[in-house]
């Protein structure tokens, strides 16, 4: 009888319709596939039981966020050789229940059952959250956020490194991560044209680096909302470090829940991702009313291309479960049509969508630096969902599967004064 790589690959080739563009280890020692693609290991039976029970994303997710798969060689490598087969079939190409009537692929997955053995299904891997059914309430928010940041500050240290911002960097040639992140927070505040004696609101302020650079660098008064506990209190110990407790507040706050504006500028920096579609207006419509008239707003976020059929998308199963929970990624078209449902004139856009696959890039060679610290002080699977999710992420931004926009918008008065200058793009 074949060993078993030589089985997985025949299995795996018929179910798939191709090639498979990596190599293959299985736990019996036994390796198929070209010598020097990477390689992918499936360490045990229980990795084929994860996948025969959750077909697809999930159950390869669950079967790597456990250990029993995983990848040797470059990662970046091996994600792009595979996304072709797994994340990226076109819309022609065959779903599984149409690969089930090839007589071929039921022979095929009958002898992946075989080689599965006992059909039990192993329990999901301890960092998946629970799907519930009420997406976007003031609740479901809190436990989404808690379950994507409050994983140990002392983890995002190492990922994010000094600067602690958990957001695109803005690159120049010669940056470091700490400078490129330094330049992303004095572009935010170049575009909303912050000077002394101005209220600034931050939606979703993570560890204060935001709020704290506009105070320290242009003397505004600021308030930071986050649902975080852990964020609120490194923010907090952060701001007081800093000194500037008299200009600096963190709040634990939903952003719905804030009273009192108005306030001469609002940024909102990576975070409108996890508002969804639903709740899209009402968040617009929030941060409008928060605002004084001529006011801006500095909407950073990330975006999906448009589909042909927009009702028929549906988020990342991975990123769902482990990394984003009820996050939701929309069209930089949606974004802007909102945002002027809502009341706002947008007056610039633009797209760093190169400079977040630099950032993550980068963020994995930090996670990958202190890689047993990591797992230390998080767990090992956390540690693989937050490897994946990072290295996927950079080739997403670099093949243009994704971007990420700002968005500068102004509470227009009725005069029509925007108070912008007649050059709009002087920060550059």
Not at 112 to 134: N, S, V, Y
Not at 153 to 168: A, R
Request: with cysteine.
């Amino acid at each position: 009888m074949a060993d078993a790589a030589s089985r997985l690959r025949s299995v795996a080739e018929q179910v798939l319709g191709a090639p498979l563009p990596v190599r293959l280890r299985a736990w019996d020692g036994s390796q198929a596939g070209p010598p020097d693609a990477p390689t992918l290991v499936v360490r045990n039976r229980r990795a084929l039981r994860r996948m025969l029970f959750k077909p697809g994303e999930l159950g390869m997710a669950r079967a790597w966020v456990s250990g029993d798969l995983d990848i040797e060689g470059d990662l970046y490598s091996a994600l792009a050789a595979m996304s072709g087969l797994i994340w990226e079939r076109d819309e022609g190409g065959r779903t599984l229940a149409q690969a089930l009537r090839d007589p071929g692929v039921r022979a095929a997955v009958r002898e992946l059952l075989r080689l599965a053995g006992p059909p039990l299904p192993p329990a999901p891997p301890r960092e998946e959250m629970r799907r519930h059914r009420h997406l976007h309430t003031r609740h479901s928010d809190k436990q989404a956020i808690s379950h994507h940041y409050d994983v140990g500050n002392d983890f995002y240290e190492i990922v994010l490194g000094p600067s602690m911002v958990y957001s695109c960097a803005y690159w120049a040639d010669d940056s470091t991560l700490e400078t490129a992140q330094r330049d992303k927070l004095g572009l935010v505040c170049a575009k909303l044209g912050l000077t002394p004696g101005q209220r600034l609101l931050d939606v979703g302020c993570g560890w204060g680096s935001m709020a704290i650079h506009a105070a320290r660098e242009h003397g505004v008064g600021v308030v930071g909302v986050t649902l975080s506990q852990e964020q609120a209190a490194y923010a907090r110990k952060r701001v007081a470090d800093e000194g500037l407790t008299d200009r600096v507040e963190i709040r634990v706050q939903d952003y719905r829940d804030v009273r009192d504006g108005p306030y001469d500028a609002i940024s909102s920096i990576g975070m409108a991702e996890h508002v969804g579609a639903e709740r899209y207006l009402e968040y617009a419509r929030s941060l409008y009313g928060l605002l004084k008239p001529g006011g801006r707003l500095l909407n950073h976020q990330i975006a999906r291309r448009p589909q042909r059929d927009e009702s028929a998308y549906d988020v990342d199963d991975f990123i769902d479960a482990y990394v984003f929970p009820d996050g939701e990624l929309a069209p930089i078209g949606t974004t802007v049509t909102q945002l002027e449902r809502a009341g706002f004139e947008v007056r610039d856009v633009e797209s760093i969508r190169e400079h977040y696959a630099r950032t993550l890039r980068r963020w994995v060679l930090n996670l990958e630096g202190d890689w047993p610290r990591a797992m230390r002080l998080t767990s090992p699977g956390r540690a693989r969902v937050w490897r994946l999710y990072m290295a996927a992420s950079a080739l997403a931004f670099e093949h243009n599967r994704i971007g990420v926009n700002q968005v500068l918008a102004v509470r227009t008065p009725e005069s029509g004064a925007s108070g912008l200058p007649l050059r709009t793009r002087i920060w550059n």
